[in-house]
T-cell receptor
Framework: GAGVSQSPSNKVTEKGKDVELRCDPI?????LYWYRQSLGQGLEFLIY????????KSGLPSDRFSAERTGGSVSTLTIQRTQQEDSAVYLC????????????FGPGTRLTVL | DAKTTQPTSMDCAEGRAANLPCNHS???????VYWYRQIHSQGPQYIIH???NNETNEMASLIITEDRKSSTLILPHATLRDTAVYYC????????????FGTGTSLTVIP
């Protein structure tokens, strides 16, 4: 079946511009996670959505980062006034529910801020 | 969630078993051991998880010591496509949020 998809696969932007990254989770998955991975580093948690509950935003690095999940499915991660240190691969994962806990990852969006 | 310790890198000959160790000496009773891997330029891929019994699936086997303070992921017949970074994670299933991936073990399968 279809896995997690993300778009765009690559995004190059100029410092100070806003960007939106999209994640389409696996159909029926209620849990959705955003991570970022800088070059040569492990994954850094950003935000977690579970059903209709308030999201866990504890990993967002600054107020320039926000995310929403419409209708419990598609999610958009927005970075405002991008900085060069925002350059990374942004990964989305979905899961059936929080208790199952197996996460299925998308291919990621590689963001480069010039 | 308990921290894990893994070797930074390992090599394995193609066709041989790859044994990847992980120490999690502070694991608590309700925490599972998960293994994911990340092939270059791809998102992480779930491999296997377990609580205290050894587990096996089509990808790998997971051996957890009786005291649960360490575990070993076994790829029985490593192929070149198994070259990846392997992450060992321990977490409780009721926390419902992020995994702490750490830096993992970079496994290189050598022809």
């Amino acid at each position: 079946g279809a896995g997690v998809s993300q778009s765009p696969s690559n995004k190059v932007t100029e410092k100070g511009k806003d960007v939106e990254l999209r994640c389409d989770p696996i159909s029926g998955h209620t849990a959705l996670y955003w991570y970022r991975q800088s070059l040569g580093q492990g994954l850094e948690f950003l935000i977690y959505f579970q059903g209709n509950s308030a999201p866990d935003k504890s990993g967002l690095p600054s107020d320039r980062f926000s995310a929403e999940r419409t209708g419990g499915s598609v999610s958009t991660l927005t970075i405002q006034r991008t900085q060069q240190e925002d350059s990374a691969v942004y990964l989305c994962a979905s899961g059936r529910d929080s208790h199952t806990d197996t996460q299925y990852f998308g291919p990621g969006t590689r963001l480069t801020v010039l | 969630d308990a921290k894990t310790t893994q070797p930074t890198s390992m090599d394995c000959a193609e066709g041989r078993a790859a044994n990847l160790p992980c120490n999690h000496s502070t694991i608590s009773g309700n925490e599972y051991v998960y293994w994911y891997r990340q092939i270059h330029s791809q998102g992480p891929q779930y491999i296997i998880h377990g609580l205290k019994n050894n587990e096996t699936n089509e990808m790998a086997s997971l051996i957890i010591t009786e005291d649960r303070k360490s575990s070993t992921l076994i790829l029985p017949h490593a192929t070149l496509r198994d070259t990846a970074v392997y992450y060992c994670i321990v977490r409780a299933t009721n926390t419902g949020n992020q995994f702490y991936f750490g830096t993992g073990t970079s496994l290189t399968v050598i022809p």
